[in-house]
């Protein structure tokens, strides 16, 4: 029904006395009638006047028609009453309200449009409900208003636009009347709805992601035990899926067979709200049957109302925790084991404060050994002896060596190598972690070694100056007859009383040269072959050698040979024993000389050099004999090794220790003009250690 002006409706106010009027004719008639009808027979036969009955039936049929009339304007009247409050609804309604074509067309509109939308109703009115809705919805119109043309009621949400460009969501109740080709439709503002809506899916959305992504296992129970919630983290947990677990009663599919009794006395802990804060541990079996460990943490489950309806399991696969722990269990078994069973003496003491945080049985056993509680069980570096001072170091020093070397100890003189590392401790301190190792049986063997080194060196010079001593005896017979000559001569002469005063001077002059030049050679065989301790001092590497060639070239005239020296000046001082040096000298200029007696005598030369390198002072012996093989370089300073028929095979080896215990090197080369090249190297020494006679 189309919805009315207010000038198409009379007002009901002035019919109002009209209508009063007419009930009470009506009424009279009515009355009249009744009274009419109620006459008894007997009136009507006695031949009663018919204009009378006339008469009768006209007031009768008047009564009837006025009855009418009043009737039918009390119709009208409600019927304007309720176009009246339909119009009204139709203008107040906070909803919109529309009348639109079959082909959806609004024909017209109320003014909530322009609440809602922002739009005059005159300006809609024409335009179909497609202009209006969003492009995406406008397919879902279109199948409404197919729906509604067909004479099916529907009821649509779309989204509208608004005066601003903006749109809203309307949901729109319509109902079609064919018979009047209109469509009566309603639409109601849900955009809050649908804006609390999206918010409502969005946070459920967060909350299903983010329940999905926990890897704690969550499972509800209610006050008797059946599972009511589990998420996805649980399920993938024991191997069962949500539907199938959710309202199972204990005992359930994921408790091993041979733990049910177990399980049951936790869980009915759990329900008496006596489990451990800690959690408890227990094992599940997986679907496929593989046993998992884990750990629970329970607490109440309390509804919106404060009502606790039942128990919130969290449950963590512990079992790659335990396995881990276990190795690392098994792991620090092995190593206390290996620690505890070191003869090295192994202990961690804080940087800052010294304290003792770790030791093993060893150090435990050298600080009852040494009678000292403290550090004192192995001794300790000076602070001065540490690159930087330990106290003061942080974790980003670290790690980083401290000290590595000899010390003795003060009490016990013990001998101890202790090598000190900063590191960071498992708590996160500075500590020292440091191992001691006894070193006393080794420095009595190297100090033996050196005792034995010593005295093979002694006999080794005793030997050479064995093997030379017709040479030296020749060599000193020389000065010897020359002493006899010059004092036989002088005799004579001064029995003879014919001298004169000079020839006697010149005479005794040179009988003492000779003299000095025999006492030379006995002292240098004196030095060379007496006993004596090593003693390093500072001493020029060209007097040594002038000193072993005064031995070496006897040694060299007598095998044919010339040594030619090439020694700068200048050079500086090294730190060594000068006997060992001479030795060292002595044993491969005659080497050289010897390895040239297959050359005519005009070739036999030794060369001796000396040149500064960068830290070292190095001095070859080279000759041009006839070389060393390759099979015999692999072994040419080992023990007892020789190619001489003769040979002991010492030589060599003594001067490698020599020249070892000097902190240098010996080596060979081959002498590309022939023959071999031997060099060795002097380290030069920054500080000279104390002299001590022997």
Known sequence: ???????????????????????????????????????????????????????????????????????????????????????????????????????????????ALINILGLKPENVEGMSLTDIVHADDVAIAREGLTALAGGRPIQIELRCRCGDGSYRWLNWSANPLLEESRIYAVAHDVTDRKAGEDALRAEFAF????????LTGLRAIDLKGRIIYVNHAFCELVG????????????????????????????????????????????????????RDVRLHVSPLVDAHGIQTGWMTAMTDITEQRRARAELQAANDRITTVLEGLDA??????AASGALLYSNRAYEAQTRFAGDASHMGVPQPELGDYPVDPRKLNTRDVPRELFDGELQHPATGQWFHLRERALRWVDGRVVRLAVATDVSALKRAEELNREQEARLAKTSRLIAMGEMASTLAHELNQPLSAISNY??????????????HEDILAAMEKASAQAARAGNIVRRVRDFVRKSEPRRTLVN????????????????????????????????????????????????????????????????????????????????????GSGISDEHLENLFSPFFTTKQDGMGMGLNICRSIIEFHKGRLWVDANPAGGSIFSFTLPQEKSLEPEYDA
């Open 1 to 111: 029904m189309k919805p009315s002006d207010d000038s198409e409706h009379p007002q009901p106010g002035p019919q109002r006395p009209q209508s009063s009027a007419l009930s009470i004719l009506m009424l009279a008639a009515v009355l009249g009638l009744v009274w009419f009808a109620a006459l008894p027979p007997e009136v009507f036969k006695d031949g009663t006047d018919p204009q009378r009955f006339t008469l009768i039936i006209i007031i009768a049929l008047v009564a009837v028609a006025a009855w009418g009339v009043l009737l039918a304007k009390e119709q009208n009247l409600r019927v304007g009453q309720v176009e009246e409050e339909r119009d009204l609804f139709f203008r107040l309604s906070l909803n919109i309200f529309g009348v639109l074509s079959l082909d959806g067309h609004f024909q017209r509109l109320n003014p």
């Open 207 to 214: 909350r299903k992601a983010m329940e999905d992504s926990v």
């Open 240 to 291: 069962w899926g949500a539907e199938e677990l959710i309202g199972q009663n204990p005992p359930f599919p994921y408790w091993p067979d041979k733990d049910h009794d177990q399980n049951w006395r936790k869980l009915q802990t759990c329900l008496a709200g006596d489990a451990p804060a800690e959690g408890m541990e227990l094992r599940v079996r997986r679907r496929n049957g593989k046993l």
């Open 345 to 350: 003496a192994v202990y961690v003491a804080e």
């Open 487 to 500: 004092s036989m001569g002088c005799v004579n002469r001064l029995k003879s009383g014919n001298y004169k």
């Open 541 to 624: 590497i060209g007097q040594i050698t002038e000193d072993a060639l005064g031995i070496a070239d006897i040694e060299a005239r007598r095998l044919g040979a010339r040594i030619l020296t090439t020694i700068p000046e200048g050079l500086p001082m090294v730190l060594a024993d000068r006997i060992m040096i001479e030795q060292v000298l002595l044993n491969l200029i005659k080497n050289a000389a010897e390895s040239m007696q297959d050359l005519p005598i005009e070739q036999r030369q030794v060369h001796i050099t000396a040149s500064l390198t960068e830290d070292a002072i190095e001095v070859s012996v080279a000759d041009n």
